[in-house]
């Protein structure tokens, strides 16, 4: 009894600090779940009639794209079907600058420009990483009450234990009358609905907070046994740009796509990162299926020869990699209920939905107690 009273006010105090943060981070999570399936809907202006002949190459849609924001960086370009445009990415870090560039793949001429850091996405996203604070500020108090809600959801699981087993069914049901009080369906909104999202709640704390830290990501991934580095990284080319022969022609990255297309013939889109140095390696994703991230290929070529350059990290071949890569890979499509195609969606956005009531039904089981107290006084 002690011990569940200790636990009680841990769990009331903890609720209490977290509730808000909580409440945003779990409802900006249920408009983020379907951010691509609605973004499909209203994308008609990114296609174009697919023709024969061919599209402009990798350092012609940097060139072209480079115009229009001339003192950003180019992040890479994407390449998808004959039917889409290519998409060349625009991303500073200080200040933060997110923008791409849609381009006819046949003819060069821009069809759209799109402003990823401005929108109802945008604000969505900016919410559930940051509660729309400064990034150093928002992101360290949405990742501690993330970690502090893990332990919320332990407390709440031991808390809501009955202590003898004929009273469990009771607490696994709704068993509302005409005459049951509304501080007893708010005790059971806030009881029940925590105990049958306890656990797909802590999937999604847990897959949060692997990407909050680093060090939880690579303790989580020692863990599981890997033995890589989970850290990306771009690494070195292996030819030194004294050594290399170069061409006035073609450059070496504008032959990679024809090669990527060759080798990946079912890939959904390529997206080639320019080096940022003569000394980095091309970096390019390969996505294979539509939706998913975790079964993306990330390839490395010397960006004189295009020799192929293994990574040390978990960052390589899907096909290749260990369980353990596998896991730590997936967590992202986890965390948004991807892995599970549209069921798993609906099932991430009805539970972020639960999540978001539980620090509305534990602030009134909070304040109808104390309330009772003040007023029996």
């Not at 599209?55 to 940097?62: F, G, V």
């Not at 925590?194 to 949060?208: E, H, K, M, N």
């Not at 010397?302 to 960052?315: N, R």
């Not at 069921?343 to 939905?353: D, E, H, N, Q, R």
Request: hydrophobic share 40%; proline share 3%; glycine share 6%.
């Amino acid at each position: 009894m002690r011990s569940k009273k200790i636990i009680l006010q841990l769990h009331k105090i903890l609720g209490l600090i977290t509730g808000i943060v909580v409440f945003i981070v779990a409802i900006t999570g249920c408009c983020w779940v379907f951010k691509e399936d609605i973004e499909s809907l209203y994308d008609g202006h990114k296609k174009v009639k697919p023709l024969e002949s061919p599209i402009i190459s990798t350092s012609q849609a940097r060139a072209i794209a480079e115009k229009v924001y001339s003192k950003n960086l180019v992040h890479g370009t994407v390449f998808k079907k004959k039917e889409d445009a290519i998409e060349v990415i625009f991303y500073d870090a200080d200040p933060e600058f997110y923008r791409s560039i849609f381009l006819n793949p046949y003819t060069g001429e821009i069809i759209h420009i799109e402003d990823h850091l401005s929108g109802f996405f945008a604000f969505v996203l900016k919410g559930h990483t940051r509660l729309w604070l400064p990034k150093e500020i928002g992101e360290q108090v949405v990742g501690i009450s993330v970690l502090l809600f893990i332990l919320i959801i332990i407390s709440g699981f031991i808390l809501w234990l009955p202590k003898r087993r004929k009273n469990l069914k009771k607490r696994m049901f709704f068993d509302w009358k005409k005459t049951t009080r509304w501080k007893r369906k708010n005790f059971d909104l806030h009881s029940i609905v925590g105990f049958y999202v306890c656990s797909l709640a802590l999937i999604l704390a847990f897959t949060g907070t692997v990407m909050s830290y680093d060090w939880f990501q690579k303790s989580i991934y020692n863990i599981l046994g890997g033995d890589k580095n989970p850290t990306f990284l771009i690494p070195k080319s292996e030819t030194k740009s004294e050594d290399a022969v170069f061409s006035r022609v073609i450059l070496p990255i504008d032959n990679l796509l024809a090669k990527l297309k060759n080798e990946n013939p079912n890939a959904e889109s390529f997206e080639i990162h320019y080096p940022y140095s003569d000394s980095d390696a091309i970096y390019v994703e390969v996505n294979n299926s539509e939706g998913l991230y975790y079964d993306s290929d990330f390839l490395f070529f010397d960006q004189y020869t295009l020799t192929p350059i293994v990574s040390e990290t978990i960052y390589g071949k899907y096909r290749e990699a260990k369980i353990a890569d596998k896991i730590l890979r997936m967590n992202y499509d986890i965390h948004i209920g991807a892995i599970g195609g549209v069921l798993g969606k609906c099932i991430a956005f009805l539970v972020s939905l639960l999540i978001a009531s539980l620090p509305v039904t534990g602030l009134l089981l909070w304040y109808g107690r104390k309330f009772k107290r003040k007023k029996n006084n």
